[in-house]
């Protein structure tokens, strides 16, 4: 490994990836641009992927894997690669996602040109097991918008596969988060607070190929409750409230912005609306731990 830092890193953190993690990896090795390094982190799988990523690692010297001894659950996996990164710019990436080869290219001229521009990303298709193309991920969000407040409420009230995270982000924009939280669906938050600090700019190409299949991480969990459990497993089995934090959380990074008070008005009321509308979520967090409790503990008459 070069002493001196690259141009981009890139975090790939993984759990019983070997499925499809030599695809991906595959698809960073493609890349036009090639001033990168891959963290890869390892939460303890039990399947090939440490024998696959080590093989990487010892071929190329840009491939770094490291492993945990347990699972720490997503967010620390997510937020670990980052910490071990060393790039101006930072992406993350998935283990069962593609990227076409001039995706870093793209993307880096864009944040060297453009130094307002907190992220770039390119248009996604989603993909099945067997990499066919199944539907692109055309949602239109006004992330590009001069006004911050634009951006915020386009990111919480449009429905959304938080697909951008996957772009090429500052490094200097993402030390300013709180990167990945412990609690569920804070890639929303993170997106969010990205958007509070600039606009994003979207690529009007499809360079980014998004996996669809049962065995993705997030799609195995069977509620928010076990969501949250996934991103932070010491929650597993305790009384969470995923609606709730996740409305909390929009509001607390409107609070931290360094926004214009009209701006962060403007936020903070369109936060609080969906927090009206979106009520019975926030109820239901409360009502299906509750009854689960009540029903382990209260005999049935």
């Known amino acids: 490994m070069s002493s001196s830092a690259p141009r981009v890193s890139i975090g790939l953190p993984v759990f019983n990836g070997e499925n499809y993690i030599r695809e991906a990896l595959e698809s960073i090795l493609a890349q036009t641009f090639s001033d990168f390094e891959v963290i890869i982190s390892d939460t303890a799988s039990e399947d ?7 093989a990487y690692a010892s071929r190329d010297g840009r491939f770094q894997y490291h492993r945990y001894e347990h699972n720490p ?3 620390a996996n997510f ?8 790039g101006e710019y930072f992406k ?5 996602d593609l990227i076409a080869p001039d995706f870093l290219l793209r993307c880096a001229d864009v944040l060297d040109n453009h130094p307002d521009i907190v992220l770039c990303h390119p248009k996604a298709r989603i993909i099945d097991e067997s990499g066919r193309v199944v539907t692109d991920h055309d949602v239109q969000l006004r992330t590009g ?3 911050p407040c634009t951006r915020f409420h386009d990111l919480i009230w449009v429905r959304h596969w938080c697909l951008q995270a996957y772009g090429l982000i500052r490094r200097k924009a993402l030390e300013m988060t709180d990167l990945h939280g412990q609690y569920a669906s804070s890639d929303r938050v993170l997106l969010v607070q990205l958007a509070l600090l600039g606009p994003f700019h979207e690529i009007q190409e499809y360079l980014f190929f998004s996996r669809s299949h049962g065995e993705r991480g997030s799609m195995l969990v069977r509620d928010l ?4 459990a996934w991103y932070d497993p010491t929650k597993k089995g305790k009384l969470v409230l995923p609606a709730a934090t996740l409305a909390f959380e929009h509001l607390r990074a409107v609070a931290r912005a360094p926004l214009a008070v009209s701006e962060k008005a403007c936020c903070c009321l369109s936060g609080l609306l969906r927090l009206f509308k979106f009520s019975a979520i926030l109820a239901r967090d409360i ?7 009540l029903r382990r503990y209260i005999p049935r008459m």
Not at 225 to 228: D, G, L
Request: aromatic letters at 8%; proline letters at 8%; charged letters at 20%.
């Open 73 to 75: 659950g997503a967010a």
């Open 48 to 54: 090939r992927t440490p024998e696959i990523c080590q």
């Open 79 to 86: 937020n670990r690669v980052f910490k071990l990164s060393r």
């Open 92 to 96: 993350w990436a998935a283990h069962d």
């Open 287 to 293: 009502s299906v731990p509750i009854g689960q409790m």
């Open 225 to 228: 409750h076990a969501y949250a």
């Open 145 to 147: 918008s001069p006004r």
